[in-house]
């Protein structure tokens, strides 16, 4: 069983910037493929950046491409989202996910965990 914990959620001013980090209970997940994704009110949730087992090739929802950077640590089980130039509609609860044995991943049905959530609330 692989548990992920979200931190780094604040509320921030835009133009602003936050990291968010996702740590894993486990070192299995040195082998997973991690994605990040967000649901804002009333909405579905939403891919957001996804990250390969080694960090070698990752991905980005068109939206943030260029203000959004995924990377990760496998030493310490943990993956990051580095947000900057962050945007009112960003606002968002954001979730981390894994998969074992894995490449790049999209969509909420293909990751099997998932953490808790933080929120990142951005104010114009």
């Known amino acids: 069983q692989v548990q992920l914990v979200e931190s780094g959620g604040g509320l921030v001013q835009a133009g602003g910037s936050l990291r968010l980090s996702c740590a894993s209970s486990?070192?299995?997940?040195?082998?997973?493929?991690m994605g990040w994704f967000r649901q804002a009110p009333g909405k579905e949730r939403e891919f957001v950046a996804a990250?390969?087992?080694?960090?070698?090739?990752?991905d980005y929802a068109d939206s943030v491409k260029g203000r959004f950077a995924i990377s990760r640590d496998n030493a310490k089980n943990t993956v990051y989202l580095q947000m900057n130039s962050l945007k009112p509609e960003d606002t968002a609860i954001y979730y981390c996910?894994?998969?074992?044995?894995?490449?790049?991943?999209?969509?909420?049905?293909?990751?099997?965990?998932w953490g808790q959530g933080t929120q990142v609330t951005v104010s114009s």
């Open positions: 486990t070192r299995t997940c040195s082998s997973c493929a």
């Open positions: 990250i390969n087992w080694n960090g070698g090739d990752s």
């Open positions: 996910a894994a998969r074992l044995y894995a490449g790049l991943r999209y969509y909420t049905y293909e990751y099997a965990y």
